[in-house]
């Protein structure tokens, strides 16, 4: 990478405590969990730290307690490079956190289900971001998400488009988006769960197809869709299946990487999405930051963990070779 690109990421810092089973209890049920871990995250954190271990210059907001959680969170993403002077402290609320169910059945893909606490998270108002409208213009991109409020997304994405900074957002947890927000963004990436959330359209697998493994048309239309809402380009991850990405100039699939273990998905669309936005900012062609946010993705899932999970960029390139030469 040539360039290192400066990456403002402005979002969730939270604790996840995983919990692993077999068995998802029906109502009224009580089951044997295999294990429980507690592991630092959110989807801001994620982000920002799969950045900032693939070397880009990375800057992160967000809202925070002030409790032992909050500070193992800044511990963390500053060992991993993060800046995190501008993360802000809620004198009252603690720090969010979630609970991931993660459905560990021998033989089958981890299932992964998540409840989100959001704590301090969505305390962060307008007033308190309002200074980076005069900083702006020293980042090359802008990553939100939707875990903070959505009148601090939107002046975020206003500032950054007054400076003609790119904006990705991942919009997740799923929620209305607003015309104004949509309008600014540059790249918007969603899972196929929350594309159809946005559409009620649904992207079927189709194993019988042995490319794709799902439905093309579908996938097309869904994009379109989305970017007929002012979003210039969409991209959507479809787990083992792939991403795709509409952009004004042309529509492209990746496959998945094959014959990855899957251990534990929790952090891989943060994975994607971090090595997305510190490729897109370089001189790499669409096809090679596509092929290489999905090796990013494939080595997170196979390692325990969330942000523990996330690789460097010699991991990245180290796993690269072995796929290649496998």
């Known amino acids: 990478m040539k360039k290192r690109p400066k990456i403002l990421v402005v979002g969730s810092l ?5 919990i692993e089973t077999s068995v998802i209890p029906e109502e009224g049920q009580t089951v044997m969990g295999e294990d429980i871990k507690k592991s630092p995250g959110g989807k801001g954190a994620n982000q920002a730290v799969q ?5 880009a210059d990375v800057t992160l907001i967000g809202k925070i307690g002030r409790d032992r959680d909050g500070e193992e969170l ?4 500053k060992e991993a490079g993060v800046n995190t002077e501008q993360i802000i402290y809620d004198d009252v609320l603690p720090t969010g956190s979630s609970i991931v ?3 560990t059945v021998p033989g089958q893909k981890v299932k992964k289900r998540s409840i989100v606490i959001p704590g301090a998270t969505t305390q962060l108002t307008v007033d308190e971001i309002a200074y980076l409208e005069d900083e702006m213009d020293k980042y090359d991109l802008v990553v939100l998400q939707n875990a903070i409020p959505m009148e ?5 994405a206003g500032y950054a488009y007054k400076h003609e900074v790119d904006v990705v957002l991942n919009p997740i947890p799923a929620k209305k988006l607003s015309k104004e927000l949509m309008e ?3 790249y918007l990436i969603v899972n196929e769960q929350a594309a159809k959330s946005m559409t009620g359209i649904k992207i079927h697998s189709d194993w019988k197809r042995e490319w794709t493994r799902f439905n093309l048309d579908e996938a097309r239309v869904v994009s379109a869709v989305i970017r007929g809402r002012g979003v210039p380009t969409v991209l959507i991850t479809l787990a083992e299946k792939g991403v795709i990405m509409n952009t004004p100039e042309r529509f492209y699939y990746k496959k998945a990487i094959e014959d990855v273990e899957m251990v534990d998905p929790r952090a891989a669309g943060d994975a994607f999405i971090g090595a997305f936005c510190t490729r897109i900012c370089t001189d790499d062609s669409i096809g090679k930051v596509l092929s290489i946010a999905n090796y990013t993705a494939a080595l997170s899932i196979a390692t325990e963990g969330a942000i523990e999970s996330l690789p460097t960029s010699k ?3 180290e796993y690269m070779e072995q796929k290649r030469d496998a």
Not at 14 to 18: E, K, L, T, V
Not at 51 to 55: C, F, I, T, V
């Open 74 to 77: 800044v511990k963390v993403c």
């Open 315 to 317: 991991q990245v390139r």
């Open 14 to 18: 939270m604790m996840n405590q995983g």
């Open 51 to 55: 950045m900032a271990r693939l070397g």
């Open 101 to 103: 169910l993660l459905e």
């Open 184 to 186: 600014c963004v540059t």
């Open 152 to 156: 601090v997304n939107e002046a975020i």
